[in-house]
């Protein structure tokens, strides 16, 4: 198991920036894959970005070159900047670890942080 720790959302006017962070409560490097996801008004939930035990990187299409995902792990902590804020990014956005008990993977979620992009 894994606990998530999400921080960092609020409100930024349109062009801005916001960093998430999302702490975990045991080792990243025994987590197969990290990532974000969100869930705008009325929006099913979607993946933003994800970085891998290795870490490799996966941004969906509309975070490129906006977006970046990090992760420090000394600290066990997966992070993600948010640059050149758009009205369409407003969402809660979610922490992800996603952990392989052998061919079986589990899915954990964060308690999910708000993120308003408005003038």
């Known amino acids: 198991q894994v606990q998530l720790v999400e921080s960092g959302g609020g409100l930024v006017q349109p062009g801005g920036s916001l960093r998430l962070s999302c702490a975990a409560s045991r080792s990243i490097f025994s987590i197969g894959a990290m990532g974000w996801y969100r869930q705008g008004p009325g929006k099913q939930r979607e993946l933003v970005a994800t970085i891998t035990s290795v870490g490799r990187t996966n941004y969906a299409d509309f975070v490129k070159g906006r977006f970046t995902i990090s992760r420090d792990t000394a600290k066990n902590t997966v992070y993600l900047q948010m640059n050149s804020l758009k009205p369409e990014d407003t969402a809660v956005y979610y922490c992800?670890?996603?952990?392989?008990?052998?061919?079986?993977?589990?899915?954990?979620w964060g308690q999910g942080t708000q993120v308003t992009v408005s003038s």
């Open positions: 992800n670890a996603q952990i392989y008990y052998g061919a079986e993977r589990r899915d954990y």
